[in-house]
């Protein structure tokens, strides 16, 4: 069992940064390959970025890639995700996840087993 807690959203004007952080408790994390998905109303959930165990690979969305860097710190058991030049667009409830099952696709929701309670990130004009 994997218990993931996000923090770190809010309110912020277009053009300006957030950092979301996801902590782990459970299960061994430095093991698993890490995601970070976002659902805006109406829309369905999702890919944004992931990581790799090791934070060796990662691999990002077209729509944020250049602006959004996720990065992790396993004696944490902490993932991140640092947004910049955020915009309208992007503003969603944000998710954490953790995918167990090796070679599974990072970028599909069906890959990750469990999943955080959300962070709303709502970005302004």
């Known amino acids: 069992q994997v218990q993931l807690v996000e923090s770190g959203g809010g309110l912020v004007q277009a053009g300006g940064s957030l950092r979301l952080s996801c902590a782990a408790s459970?299960?061994?994390?430095?093991?698993?390959?890490m995601g970070w998905f976002r659902q805006a109303p109406g829309k369905e959930r999702e890919f944004v970025a992931t990581?790799?165990?090791?934070?060796?690979?990662?691999d990002y969305a077209d729509s944020v890639k250049g602006r959004f860097t996720i990065s992790r710190d396993n004696t944490k058991k902490s993932v991140y995700l640092q947004m910049n030049s955020l915009k309208p667009e992007d503003t969603a409830e944000y998710y954490c996840a953790v995918a167990m099952n090796s070679g599974s696709n990072p970028r599909r929701r069906d890959s990750y087993n469990y999943w955080g309670q959300g962070a709303q990130v709502t970005v302004s004009t």
């Open positions: 459970g299960r061994t994390f430095s093991s698993y390959t």
């Open positions: 990581i790799s165990w090791s934070g060796g690979s990662t």
